[in-house]
């Protein structure tokens, strides 16, 4: 027996209400929003949900505890533990998505690729398109699920630290080819230190070398742009050689740019987790406006 496997890593509604009773199936509502929002990702998973969701929680569970950094990837063992327990295998086909259309699922689906599961999907439009489409919804507490048996392991390639991404960066002092790129999913004003960081404690203004890639760009209604457009957009950035490393705020939306590389083929991607929150609050690592 063939055990079911995403087509692609992003689905469409419509391929995930075909296999939606599928048993090798986990879905996964990762839904999170800004504070400024003021709402709960877990409240609406619980008040509306594609039927069989679990809640993944990334911001507050689903995290290095030891870090005083926000949604830091947790280790391998407690990943596995914590997944396990929302009924994931290691053949598991995942489909995750958000609240939001894409926003926070890419996030989810990046934390998989580093524990190293390969059969995960975001659903491109989320929740508002699978209700625009009339599909079923349920609520209230989930059903209790079977423990899954969840090994993880952890993928270097797919993630990058400070030092990593100092070293990615281009030197005035050296003559070398740059075979790695940076890009900063955040707002262009951010990026230039026009807008203060919301993070207190945090400088404005961007990593030396870094290329400001807002996330929206990359989306339309909720949407990933078609895969033609995507391409076109990293192709007047960065070569496909380049080793890409993603940057946000806090590491949420660099994984939409994590995403969309992938979808286009990119070969060499990882994410910063620490990203802005880190190298903006750290005084020894450099930083620019323009």
């Not at 995930?16 to 986990?26: C, I, K, M, Q, S």
């Not at 989320?126 to 423990?147: C, Y």
Request: charged residues 15%; hydrophobic residues 40%; negative net charge.
């Amino acid at each position: 027996m063939t055990l079911l496997t995403p087509p692609t890593p992003l689905v469409d509604c419509q391929w995930l209400a075909t296999h939606l009773h599928d048993p090798n199936l986990v879905v996964l509502d990762a839904s999170w929003y800004m504070p400024a929002a003021k709402r709960s990702g877990e409240q609406e998973w619980l008040s509306q949900r594609i039927p069989g969701a679990q809640f993944f929680d990334f911001d507050s569970k689903i995290k290095d505890e030891n870090s005083p950094l926000p949604h830091m990837l947790p280790s391998a063992e407690q990943f596995s533990r914590q997944v396990s327990s929302l009924g994931v295998n290691n053949h598991s086909c995942i489909v995750i998505y958000d609240g939001s259309g894409i926003f926070s699922a890419p996030r989810v689906w990046w934390m998989f690729k580093a524990m190293g599961h390969e059969h995960v999907a975001v659903l491109d439009g989320g929740l508002p398109e699978w209700m625009a489409q009339r599909l079923p919804v349920t609520s209230g507490d989930a059903k209790p699920v079977v423990k899954g048996e969840f090994i993880a392991k952890r993928q270097a390639a797919w993630i990058a630290d400070a030092g990593q991404v100092q070293m990615a960066l281009p030197s005035p002092q050296s003559s070398q080819q740059v075979h790695s790129q940076v890009l900063d999913a955040r707002s262009f004003e951010r990026f230039s230190g026009q807008a203060a960081d919301p993070r207190s404690g945090v400088r404005a203004g961007h990593m030396p070398g870094a290329i400001c890639l807002p996330f929206g760009e990359l989306l339309q209604q909720g949407r990933f742009l078609p895969q033609a457009q995507l391409a076109d957009k990293f192709a007047k950035l960065l070569s496909t050689e380049h080793n890409l490393i993603c940057s946000c705020g806090s590491g949420v939306t660099a994984a939409i740019l994590a995403l969309a590389a992938n979808i286009i083929g990119h070969q060499h991607i990882a994410v910063y987790d620490g990203s802005w929150a880190e190298w903006g609050s750290s005084p020894h690592l450099p930083v620019i406006t323009d």
